[in-house]
């Protein structure tokens, strides 16, 4: 069990059943990281898709779009429909 919590928040703790854990303890371990391929793969699919939008818009900005600004964007947006930070929070 982590009790490391984000950004000095408090650990959460989840109760689970012996049911559940025997069943993600079934789960075979990979060695070679398949979350991290997995991710590696969908960056390198959005790279390349957002390099042809830019080519085809010629608009060199869009280069500057990365996974993190989808974050601030949907942010700014809940700011502007809730006009509430703690909301966004």
Known sequence: MLNNAE??????????SQKLTAMLNAIPEEKDGSFRSCYANL???????RRTIAA???NP???R???HTFRHWK?????????D???VM
């Open 43 to 49: 960056y390198r699919d959005f790279n390349s898709q």
């Open 75 to 83: 942010a700014t947006m809940e700011y502007h429909r809730a006009k």
């Open 56 to 58: 085809k818009l010629q």
């Open 65 to 67: 779009i990365f996974f």
């Open 61 to 63: 900005r869009l280069l």
């Open 85 to 87: 930070i703690l909301h």
């Open 7 to 16: 950004k000095k928040g408090k650990p959460r703790i989840f109760k689970i």
